[in-house]
T-cell receptor, first 113, second 113 residues
Framework: AQKVTQAQTEISVVEKEDVTLDCVYE???????LFWYKQPPSGELVFLIR??????QNEISGRYSWNFQKSTSSFNFTITASQVVDSAVYFC??????????FGKGTLLTVNP | DTEVTQTPKHLVMGMTNKKSLKCEQH?????MYWYKQKAKKPPELMFV???????INESVPSRFSPECPNSSLLNLHLHALQPEDSALYLC????????????FGPGTRLTVT
């Protein structure tokens, strides 16, 4: 069975603060894929990143960075210098051998001006 | 271009109506998906098509009937729905079934009265 846990239900920060969204996963598959999606109030899920289980390199894209650690089964997401436009629900997801995306429950991030 | 389009944006239907949701992508993706999302919940997988054939049906009630007329189009036919079927219906596509990120459309917000 696969499971994704996003322990933080809601996070509220002030603009320009750094914020880290936690994601912990469980899977018995040796090959799997991890994803982050952003869902703004408009409703569309926006793909942010995909990571393969055999590639533990961390990644940075502008103000976004991701820390993948197999030893702790975590795939955390950090937004540096947050902006109001970052306000959204963020989902971490896992795909294993069953080809299905297992989503976490999501973290609602509110960035206040 | 990573666009998935969905029509209509909003739909209100009675329990005896028949309606269809439409989804289109022109990215050459071979896998297409229907998800259902209730408020404050993650998306739930309903159906998966791979190379225009139904690959996964997540035990969805028969009042929901998917159709994949060609590799770019995906329909969801609705008949005799219940009020609890009111939700955001999301379409997605990916290059292949395994290991690829899914790109989501903006969704159809369905209300069953």
């Amino acid at each position: 069975a696969q499971k994704v846990t996003q322990a933080q239900t809601e996070i509220s920060v002030v603009e320009k603060e750094d914020v880290t969204l936690d994601c912990v996963y469980e899977t018995r598959d040796t090959t799997y894929y991890l994803f982050w999606y952003k869902q703004p109030p408009s409703g569309e899920l926006v793909f942010l990143i995909r990571r393969n289980s055999f590639d533990e390199q961390n990644e940075i894209s502008g103000r976004y960075s991701w820390n993948f650690q197999k030893s702790t089964s975590s795939f955390n997401f950090t937004i540096t210098a947050s902006q109001v436009v970052d306000s959204a629900v963020y989902f971490c997801a896992l795909m294993g051998s069953n080809y299905k995306l297992t989503f976490g429950k999501g973290t609602l991030l509110t960035v206040n001006p | 271009d990573t666009e998935v389009t969905q029509t209509p944006k909003h739909l209100v239907m009675g329990m005896t109506n028949k309606k269809s949701l439409k989804c289109e992508q022109h990215m050459g993706h071979r896998a297409m998906y229907w998800y259902k999302q209730k408020a404050k919940k993650p998306p739930e997988l309903m159906f998966v098509y791979s190379y225009e054939k139904l690959s996964i049906n997540e035990s969805v009630p028969s009042r929901f009937s998917p159709e994949c007329p060609n590799s770019s189009l995906l329909n969801l036919h609705l008949h005799a729905l219940q009020p609890e079927d009111s939700a955001l219906y999301l379409c997605a596509s990916s290059q292949e079934l395994v290991g690829n990120e899914q790109y989501f459309g903006p969704g159809t917000r369905l209300t069953v009265t």
